[in-house]
C-alpha cells in the first residue's frame, strides 16, 4: 500500500518523513508550527502534501496537543475563532473556485508578517470576541487555501499562559481542520490518496510530538511567546513562497 502512496523514491518518501518529525516537534513545543514549518517546504519540493495532507496531520497532532493540556482550553474563545473559521473556510472554497486563490494568499501573509512587526514592536492585541472571530476567518481563508491556518489565531493569543495557548489554539485548528476537509473534499481536492498519504506518515507525526512533551516544559513563557512569533512569520513566508513557487 505504502509504495502506491509514494510516487517517487524512497528519498524522497524519508525526506518528507523527516519534515513532518520536524514539523511536529515545533507543534508540540510552541502549539503552533507544523503547517508553518512544513508548507514552505511542500510548495518547493513535495507538492502533494498540501493542502490535503498536512491538514489532516496539522489536525492530528492540533488535538494531541490541546488535549494534552485540556484543562487549560479557554472554550469561550475556541466558540468564537470556530465561528469565524466556518466563514472563511466557505469564502475560501469559494476563492479557489472562481478566483485566483495565490492573492488571497500573498494578502494575509503580509498581514501576518505586519502584525509580527507590530507584536515585536510591543504592540499588545487583547483576545476580545470580535477580535478572536476575525482571527478566525482569517485562518478559514489560510488554513483551507494553503494548510497554514494558525498565524492569525496565535497572534490574538499571543499573551496567554502558554498552556491556555496551546491548548486553546490546538483545538480551534484541530476542529477547523475537520470542517476544512470536508469542504475540500465536496470540492474534490481531498481524495483517497491524500489521506493515505497522511496515514503513512502518522508514525513520524506521533514521534515528534513525543520528544516535544519532554521539550515543551524547558521553556519559559517569553521563550514560547519568541518560538510562536517566529513561527508565525516562518508560516507567512511560507505561503508567499508557495504562492510565487508554485505559481
Known amino acids: 500500500m505504502l509504495s502506491s502512496l509514494i510516487t517517487t523514491d524512497l528519498w524522497h518518501y524519508a525526506a518528507m518523513a ?10 508540540g513545543v510552541g502549539g503552533v508550527g507544523f503547517a508553518m514549518f ?11 502534501l498540501a493542502p490535503g495532507p498536512l491538514l489532516t496531520l496539522g489536525g492530528f497532532i492540533s488535538l494531541l496537543t490541546a488535549l494534552r493540556e485540556r484543562a487549560a482550553i479557554d472554550w469561550p474563545a ?5 465561528a469565524g473559521r466556518a466563514v472563511g473556510t466557505l469564502i475560501a472554497i469559494y476563492a479557489m473556485a472562481r ?3 495565490q492573492a488571497l ?15 515585536v514592536a510591543g504592540l499588545k492585541f487583547s483576545a476580545t470576541p470580535g477580535r478572536v472571530s476575525g482571527a478566525g476567518v482569517a485562518s478559514g481563508i489560510m488554513g483551507t487555501m494553503t494548510s497554514v491556518g494558525a498565524p492569525p489565531i496565535a497572534i490574538v493569543l499571543q499573551h496567554a499562559a502558554p498552556p491556555r495557548l496551546r491548548a486553546t489554539l490546538g483545538m480551534v485548528l484541530f476542529l477547523g481542520s475537520i470542517f476544512s476537509l470536508a469542504m475540500l473534499a465536496l470540492a474534490k481536492r481531498y481524495t483517497g490518496y491524500h489521506a493515505g498519504l497522511a496515514l503513512s506518515l502518522a508514525p513520524f507525526l506521533l514521534a515528534g510530538f513525543a520528544v516535544s512533551s519532554r521539550l515543551r ?9 519568541g518560538v510562536l512569533l517566529v513561527a508565525c512569520a516562518m508560516g507567512a513566508v511560507g505561503v508567499l513562497v508557495k504562492s510565487f513557487w508554485v505559481h
Open 18 to 27: 523527516a519534515v513532518v518529525f520536524g514539523a511536529a516537534v515545533a507543534q
Open 38 to 48: 512544513a508548507a514552505p517546504v511542500a510548495a518547493m519540493f513535495f507538492p502533494q
Open 78 to 82: 475556541v466558540s468564537y475563532a470556530l
Open 99 to 101: 478566483f485566483a486563490p
Open 105 to 119: 494568499g500573498v494578502l494575509f501573509a503580509c498581514m501576518i508578517l505586519a502584525a509580527v512587526a507590530l507584536s
Open 217 to 225: 516544559t524547558m521553556l519559559p513563557p517569553r521563550a514560547v511567546r
